[in-house]
């Protein structure tokens, strides 16, 4: 391979590099989305268990702070809920774009290879007409 690296081949690396960059914010996102995920299942489960069985007999007090931890908990779900949804929203997104630039990369490598090969044909056509022909008869 020459030392000369044809537009395409710097185009396929310039590529490649964002297409790096894309992944590994495509990772972040995939862990945040599983701790989020995480999260809501937990917070789910902690609203299961704060079912209470109204047989009994409670102070003002207690019934206001099991009201006001109630609260917290659905304000809490609502919006990991939501920055869940934004996430899977942008990873979808991160995920398309990473699929067109792996295409744009794959169409950028196929073009340097067929301008190499060109550039190494003219070589070769070029070097032949340079040595001279002996005429045997």
Request: glycine share 2%.
């Amino acid at each position: 391979m020459s030392l000369n690296k044809n537009i395409f081949d710097r185009l396929s690396l310039k590529k490649k590099i964002t297409l790096n960059r894309q992944n590994k914010i495509s990772e972040q996102l995939s862990s945040e989305s599983e701790k989020n995920a995480s999260l809501i299942g937990k917070i789910k489960d902690l609203q299961n268990e704060r079912k209470v069985d109204n047989s009994t007999l409670r102070s003002g007090y207690f019934l206001k702070s099991q009201n006001w931890y109630s609260q917290k908990l659905i304000d809490e779900l609502n919006q990991t809920e939501t920055k869940q949804k934004f996430i899977q929203k942008e990873l979808a997104e991160l995920q398309k774009k990473i699929a067109v630039e792996h295409q744009n990369m794959k169409r950028a490598q196929t073009k340097a290879d067929e301008k190499r090969k060109k550039e190494a044909s003219l070589l070769e056509t070029k070097k032949e007409l340079i040595v001279p022909k002996i005429n045997k008869l």
